[in-house]
């Protein structure tokens, strides 16, 4: 808080109304340090100075680091290559895919047409193996010539070679289809490794996001309007996360700090209405609210009226007050009207 001296005028209303208690003090306002949360720079320039008044999302400073460009241009890098590493995966996947689907299907139907063969070949197997076994027969009965059973035998012998050529045709289809079959596990291996690349491209980006929020806490804007109090740092001063570079007083969280005799304090709620006057805009009345009863009793501070004022035991209130022309400055004196309770309706009134 703003360290201001006060008065307490006991004779500031000579004959208060029974429910306000009347105060003075001088008005202050919540500080602000403002300060890099993560990162460390050094002071590129300064835009304001102690005592400026600045307006909320003004620009007070900029800070400057090799290793956050560094980190900056290191993130995009990351994130660029592992988008050239998915695109290139994305073609494998689909090239192989469809490859491998086409593989498949021909392989499936070539197995298919090597069990067709194999069973007509089977089946013509049957039928020469039972003329020759007719030929020879009557061949042994001198019905048939000799030329007639050697016919039988080649065709019998024909058919056995062509049952052999079948099964070794069907066994080379299944074996190709095994392998096609066994090339769907790599396509299921390249969408992994294309989804862990995915996964790495998200991680990438959050390193990104972090990087770029690094870079724009370079710039250090007001969060309110304000009154710069302090500025601890010059033009090439190196900070350090936390280091504060500027205080301000936020001129929308401003109050009266009053204190309130020792006896007086029981009657005073937080919320009770209020109102401040202060001496440069006379007659006008600023509506306020007590926002804070301090529960540690002090002495009446030293620079008070009188030196029997100052031996008495007083609490600190605090009284928030609107303030939406920003007229009213931190340092200002101020009195207070605390209305505590409502004035009972006089006899008779109706």
Known sequence: MIGLSLRILPGLL???????????????????????????GRVKSLRVDEGYTVKKGQ?????????????LASAHASVATLDAQIKQAS?????????????AAAAEAAVSSAKARLAHSKAVLTNTSAEYQRALGLYNQGVVSK??????????????ADVEASEKELAQAEANLKVAEAARDTVELKVQQLRALQQSRQSA???????????AERNIYAPADGTILA????????????????????????????????????????????????????????????????QQAEFTPKN???KEERVKLVFGVELTFVNPEGILKPGMPADGAIHWKAVP??????
Not at 59 to 71: G, I, K, M, N, R
Not at 91 to 103: E, G
Not at 147 to 160: C, E, F, G, H, I
Not at 263 to 292: N, Q, S, Y
């Open 14 to 40: 000579r004959k208060p109304p029974r429910d306000v208690i009347v105060a003075s003090g001088r008005i202050e306002g919540r500080e602000v340090t403002l300060a890099p949360k993560e990162i460390q």
């Open 205 to 215: 980006l959050a390193q990104l996001g972090v990087a770029q929020a690094n870079i």
């Open 304 to 306: 008070v009226e009188t």
């Open 231 to 294: 500025r601890p740092v010059e033009v090439g001063d190196v900070v350090t996360p936390g280091a504060p570079l500027f205080v301000m007083v936020d001129m929308n969280r401003l109050y009266v700090k009053v204190y309130i005799p020792e006896p007086d304090i029981p009657k005073i709620k937080l919320g009770d209405r209020a109102e401040v006057t202060v001496d440069a805009f006379p007659g006008r009345k600023f509506e306020a609210r007590v926002t804070k009863v301090y």
């Open 91 to 103: 073609i494998d996947v689909a090239y192989t895919t469809k490859n491998t689907a086409a593989s």
């Open 345 to 350: 309706p006089q006899q008779g009134s109706k």
């Open 147 to 160: 030329s007639a059973l050697d016919a039988a035998t080649m065709n019998y012998q024909t058919s056995q």
């Open 59 to 71: 620009l007070l400073a900029e800070l400057e680091s090799d290793q956050l460009d560094a980190q």
